[in-house]
């Protein structure tokens, strides 16, 4: 490290270690989440971990552009095997992993998704700058994390934690009005008024 950069190296160190460790928790917690296979306890962890996760993403988003050193992305390994992980989050979300979003609000083209599929290649991504940050290559783990967030991780973790969050709101929100609902008809009903459709 030059003495001309580095302040500057130190600061993007630190920047990245904090970036490394909440793509670290995000993992660990979503590997835990499919392994328990608790599906209400699981919207609520999840919510908790993509909201924590965009955070990252959010700083990443803020910084002028990371250029990484090489033209082409070194190699740090095969991939991580997530299938089982995505088929245990699948199995685990059941009626609630599929799921529509508005992949650009710019262009309003609504798309079926999977939040099993989209937690899988959210992890990919992560995973893939982890693997750079671990052995010491943080350009290039800040420019994935970043590239990466831009265009794909970004975008999947606000749609799931959108799906999530209606998932709740349908939860707390539908009981108190179906029962309204009936009380309204019941009402109705004894008052020989007309039943609403």
Avoid: C, K
Wanted: net charge negative; proline share 4%.
């Amino acid at each position: 490290m030059t003495e001309e950069s580095g302040g500057a190296a130190v600061d993007r160190y630190e920047f990245a270690a904090q970036i490394a460790d909440q793509v670290e928790s995000f993992l660990l917690a979503l590997r835990a989440v499919a392994r328990e296979g608790n599906g209400a306890r699981a919207v609520s962890l999840l919510l908790l971990e993509i909201s924590q996760v965009l955070l990252a993403g959010a700083r990443l988003g803020a910084q002028l552009d990371f250029t990484p050193r090489e033209e082409f992305q070194p190699d740090v390994g095969p991939e991580p095997d997530i299938d089982e992980l995505r088929l245990r989050l699948a199995e685990m979300l059941g009626g609630i992993d599929t799921y529509s979003f508005v992949f650009d609000p710019y262009v309003p083209e609504v798309v079926q998704s999977h939040l099993s599929d989209d937690l899988a290649s959210i992890a990919i991504d992560l995973d893939n700058g982890l693997r750079h940050f671990r052995v010491g290559d943080i350009e290039e783990a800040l420019w994935w994390w970043q590239f990466s967030y831009v265009n794909n991780w970004g975008n999947l973790a606000g749609a799931a934690l959108n799906a999530l969050l209606t998932v709740v709101a349908h939860d707390r929100f539908d009981t108190d009005f179906e029962e309204n609902a009936q009380a309204v008809t019941v009402a109705n009903e004894i008052l020989g008024g007309v039943t609403p459709a």
